[in-house]
């Protein structure tokens, strides 16, 4: 297992908690999901990488891992540049104006 934070360990424990109460039917898997503050839908993917990954299944695995979606540091500079040169003056009220 890779280093995690303190607050991830803490995180999977909660939910692993949250998901054998559930799962003794102490509670709903409705109730687990208010609980956790996560939908139905997500309650149910949580359920079952649980089901076939066990306590690990539980862990962020986005951690560590950059977006695919990341704009190129180029990119963010430029645009930052031409505001501030050439758009610093405009404001949303410039583009809702009839």
């Given at each position: 297992?890779?280093?995690?934070?303190?607050?991830?360990?803490?995180?999977?424990?909660?939910?692993?908690?949250?998901?054998?109460?559930?799962?003794?039917?102490?509670?709903?898997?409705?109730?687990?999901?208010?609980?956790?503050?996560?939908?139905c839908r997500?309650?149910?993917?949580?359920?079952?990488?649980?089901?076939?990954?066990?306590?690990?299944?539980?862990?962020?695995?986005?951690?560590g891992i950059?977006?695919?979606?990341?704009?190129?540091?180029?990119?963010?500079?430029?645009?930052?540049?031409?505001?501030?040169?050439?758009?610093?003056?405009?404001?949303?009220?410039?583009?809702?104006?009839?």
């Amino acid at each position: 297992m890779k280093q995690l934070s303190a607050a991830a360990v803490e995180r999977a424990m909660k939910l692993q908690d949250v998901m054998l109460r559930a799962m003794a039917k102490r509670i709903t898997w409705f109730q687990a999901a208010e609980i956790l503050g996560i939908s139905c839908r997500q309650m149910q993917r949580w359920k079952t990488r649980f089901e076939h990954e066990g306590y690990e299944g539980l862990f962020d695995r986005r951690r560590g891992i950059p977006s695919p979606k990341r704009v190129p540091l180029a990119t963010v500079e430029t645009v930052l540049r031409l505001y501030q040169e050439q758009f610093l003056t405009l404001t949303c009220g410039t583009f809702t104006r009839s």
